[in-house]
């Protein structure tokens, strides 16, 4: 699967990728008014709300991106309606050509990490038929369990052809309680970072990039230069771009010296940008055409960072 | 709510909670079928027998212990169905007077984490109600992030009287790997239950224990017993007894010397009984005495160990 992130990567000219984070206070009148009508001020009508949005997105963006990445916690917030809009969004970008990444950060050991590789990756044989419970094509995973709460995922990514980014340096403020501590002379992110070499030498893409790649917050430059060395195979999934802080300049050292090995997120810096006052001449009404240009800016920004 | 969980503990005599954590192999041939009836080989039919079978073994030991820990990844693998067997699940349990512990090892930062506390533990107002999405009382959640990833959930327990469990020294094989590691002489997991202890002096309980507990496996006696000592108010939730080798005997070390601070839980040896070859004679229509025996079985050697 990281074959074709590569493609879409080099198709539309931009390492990015779109965090569908809907949150009620992003939405505009507009759109919640519609899903209310259908179904009531009910987690039913949030929920709608939550995919009509993610819909006028999509489509404003899907021809400049390779990929989305949906926040399953802010469905899961919703209860069953907001995981219903959550597989809906998924179908949907699919069905526009876009890679999803399941921002799911699931882990847990043996039988049970399957269940979550199964739930998001894979697909489950029942009455004959093979069903995809989410279908995503990438998921975020949580290492703190070690290698027995990872390698059923990597299992199920070999089978399924599908990938994961492990969590290695977080891009909040407290990420370094724990991860930054040094163990024998090398931070803790640091040993995750080589482990997911070690994950990835067992799945392998023809592209020569592995479908484990890794986790590395935008606001932390210094630790993804060290990390883009411990880890030349693993894509890096960058956050922390624009809202959190991260700027052009910072994303540098992500990269490779073939211009590829990253992909950058940005969130509310691109379904919320109606809100902010650089693109408030789009107006509510005209939320995705700021959307869809804050995707161009950041394009702009990250190329001329790296020269191209 | 550590609170309650301390007087069903002393109500039962049973320090004890059941992994509600179904998987199609342990389920008897009669409740697929007639979950299969009602709605043919899908997934919904799948997440129907999964809901019979809970229903069955929470009808049985209902009278026998505090509370149930469903593990959502099981019911996540079934997609949007499964899930909604997850929440039938926690409210009828919820009817049957048990404590419900989501297994659900969350762990985001910031806005995300809020999303994951309020989906589990909180409520979304929307339409002038307060809405419970799934309506735990207690969550596991992973430390991985720090501080940023927590707090959020620490708040939410405030908020809604609810609790959480940290995982800090996991029971499988593999959590030696980065749990163990030495950091200024002492292990990782030694750390992260310094922060559990830290983090639950904001959120302690009338009972003396606080809302954030810890997760240590019964397969590491002895790691156990160093961090009962480092969170003395923290409750921990001890997985890996039975099925994963723990034993009775193993899991003293964990309890404080009032005789509590620690609920063990069993999944498999427990909803699985009837596979076994100890309780066979019962036979698989009656698989949830078999379950009920093998509570009262755990009670008995866990009571044995304690001296009770």
Redesign the interface.
């Known amino acids: 699967m990281i074959g074709k992130l590569i493609e879409g990567i080099k198709r539309t000219g931009a390492p990015i990728v779109v965090g569908l ?1 809907p ?1 009620m206070k992003f939405i505009p009148a507009s759109v919640k008014k519609e899903a209310y009508d259908k179904y ?4 039913e ?2 929920a709608e709300s939550f995919f009509l949005f993610n819909k006028a997105i999509v489509d404003a963006v899907c021809d400049l991106v390779p990929a989305v990445k949906p ?1 399953v ?2 469905y ?5 309606p ?3 809009a959550f ?1 809906r969004t998924v179908d949907y970008c699919h069905e526009k050509g876009l890679l999803v990444i399941g921002d799911v ?9 399957l ?2 590789a ?2 998001h990756l894979g697909s ?1 044989e ?3 038929k093979k ?1 995809e ?2 279908g995503e094509d990438f998921a975020t995973v ?8 990872v390698k059923p995922f990597v299992d199920v990514c070999r089978e399924n052809n599908k990938g994961i980014f492990v ?1 290695v340096k ?10 930054d ?4 002379g090398k931070p ?1 992110y640091e ?2 970072g080589e ?1 997911v070499r070690e994950w990835g030498e067992d799945a392998m893409d023809e592209s020569g990039y592995s479908e484990v790649g890794a986790v590395v917050g935008a606001t932390y430059p210094e630790m993804g230069a060290k990390l883009r060395k411990v880890m030349p195979k693993s894509f890096i999934l960058v956050p922390g771009y624009g809202a959190q802080g991260g700027t052009g300049k910072d994303l540098v050292p992500f990269f490779n010296e073939d211009g590829l090995g990253a992909i950058v997120n940005s969130s509310r810096g691109i379904i919320a940008a109606w809100q902010k006052e650089r693109y408030a001449s789009f107006g509510e009404a005209a939320f995705a055409d700021a959307s869809r240009q804050a995707v161009l800016d950041m394009k702009k920004d990250i190329g001329e960072a790296l020269g191209k």
Chains 1, 2 share one sequence.
């Open positions: 984070d949150q009531g001020e009910t987690l009508g949030a926040q916690a802010m899961e917030a919703l209860g069953i907001g995981l219903q597989k950060k699931r882990g847990d050991i043996g039988s049970t990490s269940a979550y199964t739930a489950v029942i009455g004959g069903v419970p989410f949580n290492p703190y369990l070690g290698s027995d709460g969590l977080t891009s909040n403020p407290s990420s370094g309680e724990f991860q501590r040094e163990i024998d803790l040993l995750v482990k």
